[in-house]
């Protein structure tokens, strides 16, 4: 069975839904520290800051793979700062030990670009460079990324990674990240309101579609052990674009779609990530391939979200 921690949080409640597609609702038990009305399946309330709570459920459902989507975002985590390295590294280091103790076949720990610093290139971030991360978030990925390394090479635990770029999906809402004005602009420009985003338009970052997101995990979980050559975590990308490109792109569709360029603090927190990232390793180890573009995102969200808000207002 699989258990999923952070199942209502912007990707693992895609995640959650995509897996019980897969090996059946039964199969997976999905777990939050808040409960949400509209989930189908097996839920249970669980704070993985509790070493017991979480290797109860391991037993008692004979858990045979994690998927550890819990995590305190870069932009809410430079509010709470301690707060967010304690619960960030506490609950991974929780979801190794009691994997290693109980059997647990595979483990799944989402990274993120937000590991990188100023120091790394910009354009094309190579896999193996220097990390010197300027959020508690990307402190917590990189030195989450090092415990994933050392439970392999010490317990030979099957620990797995991804650094996600941005994610962007219409399914959920983002929970307190620096990519999230891109989800937000579709939500506006289908609405057909301005957006006023909290970057610049020349921010260039790294982003990814949620469909292809979710298929890089599941593509990475079930490779064969011995692909596998990186236990840190794997760069993956698909696209790179900046708040103007993706106005243009939205204009395509919607014309008269306008955004206002107010930067805050998460400018800051923009400028110290790559533009673009290098993720030849994933390609070459276990054959990543993105399918989704800007435009092809684009004309995905824009369906979807029309779709979505045409049955809200009927
Ligand atoms: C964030 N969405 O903004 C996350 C992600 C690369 C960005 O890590 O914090």
Not at 28 to 37: G, N, Y
Not at 84 to 109: C, H, P, Q, S
């Amino acid at each position: 069975k699989i258990l999923i921690t952070g199942a209502n949080g912007q990707l693992g409640s895609v995640l959650t839904t995509k897996l019980q597609g897969i090996y059946g609702t039964d199969a997976v038990i999905a777990t939050d520290i808040k409960f949400s009305a509209s989930f189908k399946g097996n839920f249970e309330f669980l704070d993985a800051t509790d070493f017991n709570s979480i290797e109860g459920i391991i037993k008692e459902h004979n858990i045979t793979q994690i998927y550890h989507m819990a995590a305190i975002l870069s932009a809410n985590g430079e509010q709470q700062p301690l707060r967010t390295w304690d619960i960030n590294n506490k609950t991974f280091l929780n979801v190794l030990e009691a994997a290693r103790l109980n059997g647990v076949d595979r483990v799944f720990f989402p990274s993120s670009i937000a590991v990188y610093g100023e120091n790394a290139p910009k354009d094309e971030t190579p896999q193996d460079f220097f990390l010197v991360p300027t959020t508690v978030y990307g402190m917590s990925k990189a030195s989450g990324e090092h415990w994933a390394n050392y439970y392999f090479s010490r317990y030979g635990l099957d620990v797995r990674s991804l650094r996600y770029p941005g994610v962007i999906g219409h399914q959920t809402s983002p929970g307190g990240g620096t990519t999230d004005y891109a989800v937000d602009a579709y939500h506006y420009a289908v609405k057909g309101e301005d957006y006023t985003c909290f970057l610049n338009e020349t921010a260039s970052l790294p982003m990814i579609y949620m469909d292809d997101a979710i298929r890089a995990t599941i593509e990475l979980m079930e490779a064969q052990p011995e692909t596998i050559k990186t236990r840190t975590s794997y760069n993956i990308a698909s696209m790179s674009f900046n708040p103007a490109e993706l106005q243009q792109a939205i204009c395509e569709i919607f014309p008269n779609f306008k955004m206002i360029y107010k930067p805050d603090f998460r400018q800051n927190i923009a400028d110290s990530w790559p533009n673009s990232i290098d993720d030849s390793e994933a390609r070459k180890d276990w054959g990543w391939q993105p399918n989704y573009d800007l435009k092809a995102m684009t004309k995905d969200m824009i369906k979807h979200l029309n779709k979505k808000y045409k049955t809200e207002n009927a």
